[in-house]
């Protein structure tokens, strides 16, 4: 079955300490996405990637770093410099072009620091 | 500054007692408008994609309009099912690589 897969799913870790998330989509798709959900607040994208070895800062970049080494995988770092790291993230991915492509889901990380 | 607001926050039903959500927006220009549904602890589930004034999309209970400021959800005889989250973005005409904005969300309840 073709999907997005996140890993782990529940993360827990100390503060000053760097975490990476998984992401994994076998839809061929060019586009992937790192969005963080916060309780009562829409998503909020923290970076994107529409192609292998390239990937753009999106609305709360600040503290994170991403790496888009093969098609199929998008991990993402949350370092220390992350102010406020509790949350869920969600990773996505996508068809690219100029048609309003819609954007596919993984099952997301929850992330708590302490 | 493009906006897309969601109401009501939260919406509670009895199980067969149809109601709507509303997702408004504010954008320069509108490339389309997607719903989503969300399970507590799960990612978005894609449910449409409405792409100009005037169309219209269904599934099972579920039907999306959308007109030149708004789209509505329309929720016909739901069942506990159907309870979830659901979630509204936009893409803009500005926004070619495919940046979604997203709506805060509807927390929708449906009692037996």
């Known amino acids: 079955d073709g999907g997005i897969t996140q890993s782990p799913k529940y993360l827990f870790r100390k503060e000053g300490q760097n975490v990476t998330l998984s992401c994994e989509q076998n839809?061929?798709?060019?586009?992937m996405y790192w969005y963080r959900q916060d309780p009562g607040q829409g998503l909020r994208l923290i970076y994107y990637?529409?192609?292998?070895?390239?990937?753009q800062k999106g609305d709360i970049a600040e503290g994170y770093s991403v790496s888009r080494e093969k098609k199929e995988s998008f991990p993402l770092t949350v370092t220390s410099a992350q102010k406020n790291p509790t949350a869920f993230y969600l990773c996505a991915s996508s068809s690219s072009g100029t048609s309003p492509y819609e954007q596919y889901f993984g099952p997301g990380t929850r992330l708590t620091v302490t | 500054e493009d906006q897309v607001t969601q109401s009501p926050e939260a919406l509670r039903l009895q199980e067969g007692e149809s109601s709507s959500l509303n997702c408004s927006y504010t954008v320069s220009g509108l490339r389309g408008l997607f719903w989503y549904r969300q399970d507590p602890g799960k990612g978005p589930e894609f449910l449409f994609t409405?792409?100009?004034a005037g169309e219209e999309k269904e599934k099972e209970r579920l039907k999306a309009t959308l007109t030149k400021k708004e789209s509505f959800l329309h929720i016909t005889a739901p069942k506990p099912e159907d309870s979830a989250t659901y979630l509204c973005a936009v893409q803009t005409l500005t926004d070619s690589w495919g940046k979604l904005q997203f709506g805060a969300g509807t927390q929708v309840v449906v009692t037996p």
């Open positions: 409405l792409y100009s």
């Open positions: 990637s529409q192609i292998v070895n390239d990937f």
């Open positions: 839809l061929n798709h060019d586009a």
